[in-house]
């Protein structure tokens, strides 16, 4: 199995113009999720979704869309970028709460520069 | 905002020595976890801690949990300079779901 697998690894966009960054996994996990790193503040959640054709927002959903149209991928778009959305992002993944197993895995993230 | 945070932000120690790294929280809280992330890398899952369990082993790693003060702890011993890394918890809370990280403690174990 490849796990969770995010492209690109590295990305340089101007301010407002838009993206997509790529999450799939191969695990059959329903819930997955993107997360934001930044220096001395861990993760933050963006979005999530408990299952394709669900979606909800996280802790830091402004100017980030999602959808779920398959249970394997899941891409996170910036529809405007700020140099504020410079940071490290991350997709993880894992079976559903509802099963009684937490543990998330996750990519190896996407290193995004706003200029 | 941010569910947990861990104390210390920073710790060095030699190899062979024990590092301890606290994690304090806010709310009621389901399970909590921790995970290791190496320099540039994604996070890895360590362990879980139910919110009815105390203590939990795995290896060198113990996990403790007290949710009357709100606060875990990872202990891990004999560390080794591969266990150089940041080292985050996360708490999952009731009826939510979605998972809270904190800033993390970043070991350096010198040789």
């Known amino acids: 199995n490849a796990g969770v697998t995010q492209t690109p690894k590295f990305q340089v966009l101007k301010t407002g113009q838009s993206m997509t960054l790529q999450c799939a996994q191969d695990?059959?996990?329903?819930?997955m999720s993107w997360y934001r790193q930044d220096p001395g503040m861990g993760l933050r959640l963006i979005h999530y979704?408990?299952?394709?054709?669900?979606?909800d927002q996280g802790e830091v959903p402004n100017g980030y869309n999602v959808s779920r149209s398959t249970t394997e991928d899941f891409p996170l778009r910036l529809l405007s970028a700020a140099p504020s959305q410079t940071s490290v992002y991350f997709c993880a993944s894992s079976y559903p709460r509802t099963s009684g197993s937490y543990e998330q895995y996750f990519g190896p993230g996407t290193r995004l520069t706003v200029t | 905002s941010q569910q947990g945070e861990e104390d210390p932000q920073a710790l060095s120690i030699q190899e062979g020595e024990n590092a301890t790294m606290n994690c304090s929280y806010k709310?009621?809280?389901?399970?909590l976890q921790w995970y290791r992330q190496n320099s540039g890398r994604g996070l890895v899952h360590l362990i879980l801690?139910?919110?009815?369990?105390r203590e939990k082993h795995s290896g060198r790693l113990r996990v403790t949990l007290d949710t009357s003060k709100k606060s875990s702890s990872l202990l891990i011993t004999a560390s080794r300079a591969a266990d150089t890394a940041s080292y985050f918890c996360a708490t999952d809370m009731y009826n939510n779901n979605d998972m809270r990280f904190g800033a993390g403690t970043r070991l350096t174990v010198k040789p």
């Open positions: 979704s408990v299952g394709a054709g669900i979606t």
């Open positions: 801690i139910r919110s009815n369990e």
């Open positions: 709310t009621s809280i389901n399970n």
């Open positions: 695990m059959n996990h329903e819930y």
